[in-house]
C-alpha cells in the first residue's frame, strides 16, 4: 500500500464549522487533531463515507496492481465503516466518556488513542466494560484509564510491549503513567505540589517512566503530549531490542516474564 493517503480536501474548511465553540477543550482538540492528520495526511473529517470507500478502493487497486470491482470494494468498505461505528467505536466512546474524570482527560484518552494506532500497531484499552480494541502485531500498546498502581491511581497507564520470535521468544516492555493536573487543582498549594512530586517519585522508583501535563499543555496541543508519550514508550522497548540485539541475545521466556511481572509492579 502506498505509504501516502490521498486528502480530500484541506483541513482549513473544516475549522469554519468550530467557530461557535469556540474557546473550549472541544475546539482546541479539533484544531491540534487537524494539524496531526496534515502531519499524517490523512482525508478530512468532513468526508463522507462515500468518498473514504472511493479512496480505500484507489488504495486496493494500487496495491494489487490490477482493476478490480470498484462497486463491490466500495459496498464492502462502507459495511466495515458501520460495523467499526456502531459496535467497537461506539462502545469506546461510551466506556471513555463515563471512566474519564474532566474533558482534559477525555481530550487525552482520545489524542492518545488516535496516535497509538498510527504505524499498523495493536492498541487494546482496558476500561471497565473489559478490553477493547485488538493485539495484532508485534509492537502492542495497552492504555488503560484510572489505573490503580499500587497506593496511587493515575490518570493513563500505557504498557508497550515488544515481541520478537527470533529462535526463541524475546518479549520487550515498558511503561509510564500519564497525570493530566486540572488548572484549579495541582499546584494551586505548595502543599499538593510536594505531594504530586513525592507521588512521581515513588512510581519511578517502582520502574513506572511519569508524564505530567498541566491543564495548558493539553489544551495547546494535546496531541503533542500525546505523541510526545507514544514515542517515548515505542523508542524504549525498541531501544531494549537493539541492546539485546548488540549483546547477542534477547530475554529468554523465563526471564521476559519475571521482567513482566516486575514493570507491573
Known amino acids: 500500500m502506498s505509504e501516502e493517503r490521498k486528502t480530500i480536501t484541506t483541513g482549513a ?36 463515507p462515500a468518498e473514504l470507500a472511493e479512496i480505500i478502493a484507489d488504495q486496493a487497486e494500487e496495491q494489487a496492481g490490477k482493476p478490480l470491482d470498484r462497486q463491490f470494494l466500495r459496498i464492502t468498505t462502507l459495511a466495515l465503516l458501520v460495523q467499526s461505528a456502531t459496535t467497537s467505536m461506539q462502545n469506546l466512546v461510551a466506556e471513555c466518556s463515563a471512566v474519564c474524570e474532566s474533558p482534559i482527560e477525555m481530550a487525552m484518552f482520545f489524542a492518545l488513542a488516535i496516535v497509538a494506532r498510527e504505524g499498523d500497531r495493536g492498541v487494546t484499552f482496558v476500561l471497565p466494560g473489559g478490553l477493547m480494541g ?11 484509564p484510572q489505573a490503580q498502581i499500587g497506593a496511587y491511581r493515575v490518570d493513563f497507564l500505557l504498557t508497550a510491549q515488544l515481541i520478537e520470535e527470533e529462535g526463541r521468544i524475546a518479549v520487550y516492555r515498558k511503561q509510564a503513567a500519564v497525570e493530566c493536573d486540572g488548572y484549579e487543582w495541582h499546584d494551586s498549594t505548595k502543599e499538593q505540589a510536594i505531594r504530586d512530586r513525592r507521588r512521581d517519585r515513588d512510581l519511578q522508583i517502582q520502574g513506572f517512566s511519569v508524564f505530567r501535563y498541566a491543564g495548558a499543555e493539553i489544551w495547546v496541543n494535546v496531541f503533542k503530549c500525546a505523541q510526545e508519550v507514544i514515542s517515548f514508550l515505542v523508542d524504549a522497548v525498541e531501544g531494549q531490542r537493539v541492546a539485546a540485539s548488540l549483546r547477542g541475545k534477547g530475554p529468554g521466556r523465563e526471564g521476559s516474564q519475571q521482567a513482566c511481572a516486575q514493570a507491573s509492579g
Do not use: K, V, Y
Request: proline share 2%.
Open 134 to 144: 485488538d493485539a495484532e502485531g508485534d509492537l502492542h500498546l495497552t492504555i488503560q
Open 13 to 48: 474548511e473544516a475549522h469554519d464549522e468550530h467557530a461557535l465553540w469556540e474557546n473550549t477543550i472541544g475546539a482546541q482538540f479539533s484544531s491540534s487533531l487537524h494539524t496531526f492528520m496534515r502531519l499524517h495526511s490523512w482525508p478530512a473529517l468532513c468526508s463522507t
